[in-house]
């Protein structure tokens, strides 16, 4: 398999996988570009059949694991009275387990669960043989 150098926008990736519902990500292998194929619409000029049978577009799977990825934050807080607050209000037997968990830590499980999906989009390029290029 060829090694290929491209630059995607990782933070646009990422935040297309946390909103997966609003479609399907696809990377051009020559550009780095990545496209988002719409559920709602058509906001791309590409054919979806294009995207999808086109070697030069790989779809990004999803990566997203939010209920592991919950447990590893749950198990990283030091705090044990914190650890125990989000516990029980992420097992609480009603629906908004994480909008209860995002009301006790604020941003830190958003930037915790950021973390998780980078470092598992990285491993997944590497294993499509792309290489991330920063030019920023």
Not at 45 to 52: A, I, V, W
Not at 100 to 109: L, N, P, T, Y
Not at 119 to 128: A, E, I, N, T
């Amino acid at each position: 398999m060829k090694k290929l150098k491209l630059n995607p926008d990782i933070d646009w990736i990422i935040d297309g996988l946390r909103n997966s519902e609003l479609g399907e990500l696809y990377l051009d292998l020559q550009t780095g570009e990545v496209i988002l194929m719409s559920n709602e619409d058509e906001t791309t000029d590409l054919d979806p059949e294009e995207l999808m049978f086109n070697e030069r577009y790989l779809k990004i799977p999803d990566l997203c694991d939010s209920i592991r990825d919950l447990k590893k934050f749950i198990d990283s807080i030091q705090d044990v009275k914190l650890r125990s607050q989000v516990t029980e209000a992420f097992y609480q037997k009603d629906k908004g387990g994480f909008k209860r968990v995002k009301a006790i830590v604020g941003h830190d499980w958003d930037n915790f669960e950021y973390l998780q999906i980078a470092s598992r989009l990285k491993s997944w390029l590497k294993s499509q043989g792309i290489e991330i290029i920063d030019e920023r």
